[in-house]
């Protein structure tokens, strides 16, 4: 079983940046970075972000140019540094990563965005 803790949300400003981390685990388990998802109150859950590269990642249009995933050197710790965010980023934030078999996500982590 995989382990995957998200941290680093909370409230900031408009226009302000935050840097959200996902650190995985798991015994047993080669585990890859995979995806960035969000959820945002009374909307469907939306990948925002997903893993090509060490220092690479295709994103969805809302957030192209001002989020950006990156990987460590071991690749058990994830980051999305999100920069300018807007009152439409609020949203509960879901780091993923696969294994053989499927993928393992964290439970969230709230990221608000209000002045």
């Known amino acids: 079983q995989a382990q995957i803790v998200e941290s680093g949300g909370g409230l900031v400003q408009p226009g302000e940046s935050l840097t959200l981390s996902c650190d995985a685990s798991g015994m047993g388990l080669t585990l890859v970075p995979k995806a960035w998802d969000r959820q945002a109150p009374a909307n469907q859950r939306e990948t925002i972000a997903t893993v090509t590269g060490r220092t690479s990642a295709d994103y969805v249009e809302s957030v192209k140019g001002r989020f950006t995933v990156s990987i460590d050197n071991a690749k058990t710790s994830m980051y999305l540094q999100m920069n300018d965010l807007k009152p439409g980023d609020t949203a509960v934030y879901y780091c993923?990563?696969?294994?053989?078999?499927?993928?393992?996500w964290g439970t969230g982590i709230q990221v608000t965005v209000a002045s």
């Open positions: 993923g990563f696969q294994s053989v078999s499927r993928v393992y």
